[in-house]
């Protein structure tokens, strides 16, 4: 008998793992990691070793993290492993880390992503029939860390550039250029990491939805040469520095009509500030959850809206937008555009439904963002 | 008196802080994190804000590691904070993390690197006088992204491609290849990320020391579509997939005179068995701190060393290196010299002195490995 025992005890524990468990490794997972899993229900197991820890909690980044508030404490098991399973998260991406005895720290099974000024976990939920930020089986264009020396504020700096593909195949080609910016706390990495900026328009392009353009993405900080702190130069960066680098390391259409900026959050002010106040420069700008505070259409930057008419003519595109689950940005961004619309300024406002102050809400501006441009 | 006090108090703050320390930030630090601070003396003083842990140490990765054996433990100050400070470190670039109540998690201050098959923290030692892999204003290469799809594997599969400066500038020109690939733990993001290899490339090239060459980097693990498990299948992802990929997508000299394949530890092992066993696709190979365990010059790699002269006219180099201070690799790196020295097979062996199982070795065996090749 005993053979049989043997096998029938391997044929049940081959089978009941899966009944157990409707899960699978985040795809934000560090390769080969089994934890953090998610439920095809959109809960999301953690998992931690730490047999002399106290207390061991998740904790997502930020008060609208589609995790949920949090944080969430951990139960430890016998064998010193810490588990909890979160309710049903938003999609998305969301950032969060550990709190081991309070120290916050990564999940060692997540790969990092920066955020919040430091490297910090990250899991991926995902949207049921939402695929367009997906890796495909389509041409994919070329992510570049470009590296450039900036005079302004006396160092190297790098930015990431997405080539679309046929870039190298056709070399005589120019293309028109958007320059897309992240928010506080992170860097230049996260269009890529966590937007999928590329995926998104290798997608797009593969569907014939969108014109092959050049995507910069720069860090959004910066201080002038020999200073410490602010004022922030960034402006002048890329002003300076990054537009006239990137017009001359890649084949660009180096004018106004052919030049997009855009950005989410702190990127968006920027993006407005920069884009409307050097309309020599940009005709189109995107505002991704950070436009309309304290704004007066009067006066605000640089007196731009003062003349209706010139603006409408100047500028082909205003784009605002926001989650309708991040609601202090919502509502201002809604606000402006209404301003704008009541002075007889023409702007897009796009709202994403249901998705908060997160990258679900930027991939989404994005995917939206991208076809409405350079299609002259 | 009063205005006068506080204003000494705030002289004295700002005078004390650099007599008390002769640090700097980690290179390797996340932008504006004050610590780990690598004293001049290559001491490091690490910090951990954890009022309610019991024990925080730090555990540099591996036994070779250049910060020492450690783990060191962190001393708690009245506000909670722990500190500590090495023993002077080797030179180099180190991975470690922190044991918080014997959980191994992420320094907050370091950027992450990813080893030891996970993201850690990583603290860089400047080497005096060795400035061969730091960013300098020069031309910078461009390291891109290169999404393709493997068929062996059934997946989408990054590497990163180095091209040089230049390369977009002269669209007609075609350059040769180097394969370089990262050690057991590691993936294609080491030899930019703890490597540096673009910036030694970069200035190698502005330096008139080595031929304008790409760089493909890969990660050096593969599974065959629908399996779970070994056995590997990268020699076929890199002789079926990423070749041909990179010599559609790249502008190659797609030919065994224009390529070569190199590697650090795991890597070199894959270099010399994927480069020696196809001589119709490579000619030049190295191995960094990864050649001669259990080798026999009869047997070795499909018998390639049997005709002496056949080799020695086919194969341009076979560099084979280590360093000093990584004694097991040192010997059997040596030992293999040695036998294919008394064959009368022609290879190159170089050691770094002093070096251990670590970067700074690898980055110097790329300084010395590049200007060697295709040099026609």
């Known amino acids: 008998m005993r053979p049989v025992m043997v096998l029938s005890a391997v044929v049940c524990a081959v089978a009941i793992a899966p009944a ?15 934890y953090p899993r998610v439920h095809t229900d959109a809960r999301v197991t953690f998992r931690l070793k730490a047999p002399a820890a106290q207390k061991v909690q998740v904790q997502p980044g930020g008060a609208d993290n ?11 098991g016998a064998d010193g492993v810490w588990t909890v399973t979160t309710p049903p998260a938003v999609p998305g991406f969301h ?3 550990l709190l081991v005895d309070g120290v916050a720290v990564n999940d060692p099974g997540s790969e990092t992503f920066f955020g919040w000024g430091k490297q910090t976990s990250g899991v991926e ?16 264009g070329q992510v ?33 250029v958007l320059y897309l910016q992240h928010g506080a706390g992170e860097d230049e990495r996260g269009w890529v990491s966590q937007g999928r900026a590329n995926f998104i328009l290798d997608n797009l392009l593969a569907a014939g939805k969108a014109r092959p353009m050049l995507v910069v993405m720069d860090w959004g ?43 989410l959050s702190m990127g968006a002010g920027q993006a407005l500030r920069i884009g409307l106040t050097h309309p020599d420069t940009f005709s189109y700008v995107g505002a991704f959850s950070g436009a309309g505070r304290m704004f007066d259409v009067r006066t605000a930057y640089g007196g731009v809206f003062a003349d209706a008419a010139a603006f409408n003519r100047r500028v082909r595109l205003l784009w605002i937008g926001a989650g309708t689950g991040e609601e202090a ?33 930027w991939r989404k501006a994005l995917y939206d ?8």
């Open 20 to 34: 157990q468990d409707d899960a699978r490794p985040a795809s934000t997972n560090v390769r080969g990691a089994e």
């Open 66 to 76: 589609g995790l949920g508030k949090g944080p969430f404490d951990m139960a430890k």
């Open 95 to 97: 950032y969060y880390w």
């Open 125 to 140: 939920i995902p949207e049921k029939g939402t695929d367009f930020y997906d890796v495909k089986d389509v041409p994919h």
């Open 144 to 176: 570049r860390a470009y590296w450039y020396h900036s005079k302004v504020a006396g160092s190297p700096r790098r930015a990431f550039v997405y080539c679309p593909p046929g870039y190298d195949a056709n070399p005589t080609r120019r293309y028109p």
């Open 221 to 263: 900080y910066a201080a002038k040469a020999g200073a410490k702190a602010p004022p922030d130069a960034f402006e002048e960066v890329v002003l300076n520095d990054l537009i006239p680098g990137v017009d001359a390391a890649f084949r660009t259409l180096a004018d106004r009509d052919h030049r997009a900026i855009a950005g």
């Open 329 to 361: 940005f919502h509502t201002s961004a809604r606000a402006m555009h209404g301003e704008l619309d009541r002075a007889g300024i023409r702007s897009v406002f796009v709202e994403q439904q249901g998705t908060a102050h997160e990258w679900q809400t």
């Open 369 to 376: 963002f991208a076809p409405r441009l350079f299609n002259d």
